[in-house]
């Protein structure tokens, strides 16, 4: 493990290598504990004159041999260490260099480079894990032709796979072994080499291009698990189907294939032709995976394979730009998404998921930019700031300069940079001249961190029958940048009557606004419309088209009026949570400080109403009924946060509506019942989702007859989704039906691994102080394991991440639970590790009590011996000074 201080890297630092490595032929000879790896690397040197040393990467790896154009170096001639292999003279021509490495895949608890799950040899390469399985010119801008020869017992590894075409396979005479070889005819970086060997189950199929072309089609899982592929072979087709039609893009190789594992630490890896999956988003079923499961599946499917050209066709530079592959191919998949999907409920989920992680870690110590200037370790920087901002300010882009020159940017961006790793400038210069804009300033979206706040103070002057928008926006200090430049915000606009129609927006001096955008650049800014001689209510940043934080100066009976009959239906939603948000805030502060609490009838008539409509589709309504989250109200709040009393303040209201709207949400609890075989298409989820989110009102109270209309669903449900919806309404009180339904949940399926961690998440996030203990004794549960990601992250992470109640109980036991687990869990897996410690990341905000405790289990965290790079540097930022 890499425990040594780790230096800076800067971007402004980069240089481009001294050496290409044209090719690379490796003879992997798979064994347990005893893996060979000849790698065979054509080198040509890249600078004038006397050759510079040649350095290559390294990590925890055993030399055997080195060699020279077929000639053994001397042990004078060059220098070895573990994580570095040094030839301080190479030749000053192109050369072969022959390397021969020892690797031990069993005992390799770190799933990175060459290991082992569940009996099955796989990589994982990204970010860094390339050196792990030979010394190499370790980072992106090395682009190398690869052609991979696997040698095995057929036995124990039957299939064997590595990226490209399969080229020749057989026995080897005499023994029982086999071998397949691979090539890769596209360039790659190293961190897109994968290989697979094992005795797994395949499905097949197979999918004609546009072009006509014939592209092979497998997935492979553990044997008997075949049927549970189905959906994802599904999605895969449909992605590239989509990808043909929205962007252009063609599969370009034989053979496209899908590996499931279950111990990974990633939610999958884009493997050139060989993608590499956690399981939990390849394997469904109606029984055992949820609807929300089947659409992670369906995204992570095509978030995956649209890499194959926004990440692997065309690659970073440098892992600064590592926004300009994920940032863009998470917005890919969200469109993928939204057109197979609704439009308008997949906005508002991704914004929730934006709101719930992004925006706080935009608001704490490990804010950074979407492309960051500097860091330690690469592997804390797959961040959502990195892939779910970094969507966002694609789609500010796209606003900006409009869908038919963003088309344009994105295939003359194809056009000029296919087999080059590039950079965010050079992406960026695609769309300036593809639309003829300067987009100077826009690049501040990649170079400043933050949430911008925009503050519109809205006026109606009737005698001049004008609307005046006072708009003001700014962008707080965060890590490393005290001072900002504004940015550039467009803001979508309607004005609308009292019917809920959209008015002619006409500028008092420009004239008609074509786009119905304004566009913010500079702190301050001033439009003046037209032609209203009634106040209009007004309706901005409509569909989120800029990730900012938005206050208006709006009244309760103007969002009534959004919530009930805007257009656009992101806003009609936000209406509605601005509502019930700005209710639990006071709420939270009358409960901490005295005073009445809020009534809430004019919110829950408005509930009423939008439970009732017959227009709106099941899923935006069960959006609109969900109560703001816990961190919701919290980011509301900002500093000084009580989780108790949020948590209180919630529970009320929650309770108050299942009261209030009890008949109604019990009419279409019934009126959403499905009839006939499960299907998870969205229309049919929608109806589920409404269904459950009725349940969950109905049930705030605890009320026994309500408690038992939760047991029956539990009892009688035909598919996962409202299985473990009835089981998460029974987990929030504590009465005898919820021991009774886990037992029976754990009896049901202990077997199926991805259904446990269900079982594992659900217990983990009871908000009720037992829950500790819960926790700490569900770790010696035969079920649980440390060493796999997925059990940590549904136990441990759920805990940390998601009950905010417990985790961050005011005796600061939740934090301490958490600094012994990283302890024992980063010297055998730091990137888990690591990713758990980020639950610290609000840790500033907390009221003073939580917060000092919060502190002083980082510090013990951080002054631990031989603590690894990734959780130091997660310990360190968190902690440096504001």
């Avoid at 790793?421 to 639309?435: G, K, L, M």
């Avoid at 209009?536 to 959004?562: C, Q």
């Avoid at 009720?768 to 004794?777: H, M, N």
């Amino acid at each position: 493990m890499r425990t040594e201080t780790a230096q800076p890297i800067r971007l402004s630092d980069y240089r481009a290598p001294d050496w290409k490595i044209e090719t690379v032929d490796l003879d992997v000879n798979l064994d347990p504990t005893k893996t060979r790896v000849r790698a065979k690397l054509s080198i040509k040197p890249l600078s004038q004159g006397a050759p510079a040393p040649l350095v290559l990467d390294g990590d925890e790896l055993t030399l055997v041999s080195l060699a020279i154009n077929g000639k053994a170096l001397s042990p004078e001639a060059f220098a070895a260490t573990p994580d570095q292999l040094t030839i301080p003279q190479p030749p000053n021509q192109p050369f072969v260099l022959e390397i021969e490495t020892l690797l031990d895949p069993s005992s390799n608890t770190k799933l990175m480079g060459l290991y082992r799950s569940s009996g099955t040899y796989c990589t994982q390469c990204e970010a860094e894990g390339f050196r792990r399985i030979t010394y190499f010119l370790d980072r992106p801008d090395v682009m190398s032709v690869y052609t991979t020869r696997i040698e095995a017992e057929r036995k124990e590894a039957p299939h064997l796979l590595a990226n490209g075409n399969l080229t020749s396979s057989g026995d080897i005479p005499g023994t029982t072994r086999h071998f397949a070889v691979w090539h890769d005819p596209f360039p790659k970086p190293s961190y897109l080499f994968a290989m697979v060997g094992g005795d797994l189950g395949c499905v097949d199929d197979t999918f004609v291009t546009q072009s006509g072309r014939k592209v092979a089609l497998k997935i492979f899982v553990e044997h008997g698990k075949e049927s549970r592929a189905a959906y994802a072979m599904d999605a895969l087709k449909r992605s590239m189907r989509w990808d043909e039609g929205a962007f252009g893009r063609e599969y370009d190789l034989d053979i496209f294939m899908i590996v499931a594992v279950s111990d990974f630490n990633m939610g999958a890896m884009e493997n050139k032709g060989l993608n590499v999956f956690n399981d939990k988003y390849v394997l469904a079923s109606a029984e055992t995976a949820t609807d929300a499961d089947y659409a992670g599946i369906e995204t992570v499917i095509a978030h995956e394979y649209f890499h194959n050209w926004t990440g692997n066709r065309i690659t970073c530079r440098d892992w600064f730009q590592l926004c300009l592959k994920e940032g863009l191919t998470v917005f890919r998949d969200q469109e993928f998404s939204s057109d197979q999907r609704s439009r308008a409920v997949k906005r508002i989920s991704d914004v929730r998921q934006l709101r719930a992680v992004q925006f706080m870690e935009d608001a704490g110590p490990l804010a950074h930019p979407v492309r960051p200037d500097t860091y330690r370790e690469i592997n804390n920087f797959y961040t959502p700031t990195v892939y779910e901002k970094g969507a966002e300010v694609i789609r500010v882009l796209k606003t900006l300069i409009g869908a038919q020159n963003f088309r344009k940017g994105m295939d003359l961006y194809f056009q000029r940079h296919d087999g080059t790793a590039a950079t965010v400038e050079q992406f960026v210069r695609c769309f300036a001249d593809a639309s003829s804009q300067d987009l100077t300033d826009f690049m501040r979206w990649y170079s400043q961190a933050g949430t911008p706040e925009v503050h519109v103070t809205a006026t109606h002057d009737p005698a001049a029958k004008t609307m005046t928008l006072d708009i003001t926006q700014s962008l707080a200090p965060t890590p490393g940048q005290p001072t900002k430049a504004p940015m550039v915000i467009p803001l979508a606009l309607g004005l609308l009557d009292g019917k809920g129609h959209d008015l002619p927006l006409i500028e008092a001096t420009a004239g008609k606004l074509s786009s119905n955008v304004l566009v913010l650049t500079k702190p301050a800014q001033r439009f003046v419309f037209a032609g209203f001689a009634e106040r209009p209510v007004v309706s901005i940043n409509r569909g989120f088209s800029a990730p900012v934080k938005l206050s208006v100066n709006t009244t309760p009976e103007r969002l009534l009026a959004l919530a009930g009959r805007d257009s656009d239906p992101f806003n009609r939603w936000q209406a509605l949570q601005t509502l019930a948000t700005s209710l639990l805030v006071a709420d939270v502060a009358a409960a901490r400080h005295g005073g009445a609490t809020s009534d809430p009838a004019a919110l829950i008539d408005a509930y009423r109403s939008t439970l009732g409509s017959t227009t709106l589709e099941p899923a935006f309504r069960a959006l609109a009924l969900t109560v703001p989250s816990e961190g919701d109200i919290a980011r509301e709040i900002g500093k000084d946060i009580d989780p108790d009393a949020i948590f209180a303040a919630r529970t009320a209201l929650r309770r108050a509506i299942g009261i209030a709207l009890a008949t109604d949400l019990a009419a279409a609890y019934d009126a959403n019942i499905l009839h006939g075989a499960y299907s998870p298409d969205a229309a049919s989820a929608g109806r589920r989702s409404l269904r459950n989110i009725c349940l969950d009102l109905l049930a705030s109270d605890g009320a026994p007859s309500r408690i038992a209309m939760a047991k029956k669903q539990f009892d009688s449900a035909d598919n996962m989704t409202d299985r473990l919806a009835a089981l998460n309404v029974l987990s929030q009180h504590n009465v005898p039906e919820r021991q009774a339904a886990l037992d029976a949940f754990y009896a049901r399926y202990a077997d199926d691994a991805l259904v446990i961690d269900k079982w594992f998440a659900i217990q983990a996030a009871i908000p009720e102080t037992e829950t500790l203990a819960r926790v700490k004794a569900l770790l010696d549960h035969p079920a649980f394991s440390m060493s796999n990601p997925n059990r940590v992250r549904s136990l441990i992470g759920v805990f940390a991440q998601s009950n905010l109640t417990q985790f961050n109980r005011a005796d600061g036991a939740g934090y301490e639970f958490l600094a012994d687990i990283v302890q024992v869990l980063d010297p055998k897996n730091p990137q888990v590790a690591a990713r758990l410690m980020t639950a610290f990341r609000t840790w500033r905000a907390l009221e003073p009590g939580r917060r000092a405790l919060a502190e002083s289990a980082l510090q013990r965290v951080a002054k631990t011996t031989g603590l690894s790079r990734d959780v130091a540097d997660i310990a360190e930022r968190s902690l440096a000074p504001v």
